[in-house]
């Protein structure tokens, strides 16, 4: 079976190197992988990842702890008018696991999982794959062209065919999909969820940061509230660890703009063309200045974070459509094509959502599972297709119900950031997603009762061990 995998990321890489080693006739597969960027190039952090995903990775050959950054599953919340105690932290207390409590059983509070590093997992999947896997870099591809005996060509960024023809091809390259399009009409594409990441690379917060926030980061995440530039509102300020190896220092930076268009600040921050990480002097002057402007409401000593980041990126954060909405706005004679997006080009949800990732591997080990049960038989492009189609459906309904859950959260979470003075500011409506003015019901109100409390009491528990920091 010839396949083509579109995207060299974390979902592809993995369906690809578990088709190589499970298959049980050596050469079942020939498997050739097109990625747009270089191999080297730079990927910065990675996300939290979850049991299933964890066995995904397993089953392709990488082993958690190469990519994992020790004792990073520590997260700090700080107001900026009192640095002295955190109004939450997100950490198990080590004196309630010593009782036999595990975190699941502690709740959302207790449970961050390590930081992990991008690179160190793509890097270990692409080690990982099987010697007669084709990798190939720089290599972009634009388009599909199917052909009469059911077969498709892929094609590169000038139109042409790329490799000859293949059996099955499989979109695996995130929510920016050039292919999707084969699949499904231009309006069950991701649409914007209304917030801009843009993020710093920090070489070594010990050389560039200040005593005391580095000892507050500690190996974890630190956030940092305060003022918005025009006092309306209030602003988030991110610092992470997240290099693999403990001696590494490396951190991102980021702040979480809002904005009605996508572009606007792509092309306010001239980040038009850019994937990924850029490490160009002028891009990230340009990140420095507006971030600058943007965090000028917080104290002095917070407002230069930006000015040691030696790479930037600016994502605007995209979400696709539910399922059914999806299934509603397939293309045309789409049905028997032995083609299917997977991980993000299928599905893509939010960062906040926690599970874009998980669910991009859990599908990368589903088909792979798939694949190696249909290729001894006497399968068709029509059989595979039909095969195909059913994993799309599974794939994305699963997904549906954090979708639902993200798509509710990001307007009220939005609306509540922009609209609260600092003074007035509570993270518990903000865990929420749902500002108090708008917790009309008693539900509502003892939700929020309950959160504010059980944040206080998190506190409380991990202040007995000085929640793992280092004295001052
Ligand atoms: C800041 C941040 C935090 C996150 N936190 C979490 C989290 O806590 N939990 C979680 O589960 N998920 C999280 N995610 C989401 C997670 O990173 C993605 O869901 C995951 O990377 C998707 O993997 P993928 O392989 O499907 O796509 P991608 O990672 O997008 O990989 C796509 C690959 O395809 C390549 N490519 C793109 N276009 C083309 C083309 N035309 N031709 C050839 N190659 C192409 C790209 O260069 C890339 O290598 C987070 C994401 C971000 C940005």
New binding site residues.
Partial sequence: MKIAI?????????LASILGREAPNNEAFDITI????AAD?D????????EE?QAALLRAGVELESFQRPRSDRMMSYRVDDMDRPIATFRMPPFISDLGVSKEQMGFLASP?LETE?KKM?DGLTDALASHTKIIYE????GLKMNNDGSIDVRGRDGSTLNGSFDVVID????????RSARFAPEADAHYTGTT?V?GLIHSPEKTLDAELVRLLGEGTLTLYGPTRDGKGTEQLNVQRFGADPSDQVA?I?IEVHSEDANRLIEELGFEGI??ITRDPAALQRVTEYTKQQLSGFPEQYQDLFDSIEGARV?P?RMHPFCGETLALTAPNSEGLPFLC?????H??????????????R??ADLATSLIKQQPREWTSASVAAALRGHERDFMLRTDEKRKATANRSPGYVDYMHSTEFTDFALSAHVLGKPPEEQWSTDDQVDSAVMAETIRFFVLLNSFDNYGMSES
């Fill in positions: 579109v995207g060299g990321g974390p979902s592809g890489l993995t097109f990625e747009r960027g190039r990927q910065g952090s990675g996300w939290d990842v979850d995903a999982s991008r793509v290599s972009y591809i634009s695996s390259s995130g929510s920016g999909s050039p292919l990441y993020q991102t980021w994937y990924g994502l954060m997977i991980g993000d080009a299928l893509a949800l939010p960062p906040w959502s926690g599970m874009s990732g998980n669910y991009a591997l599908d990368a």
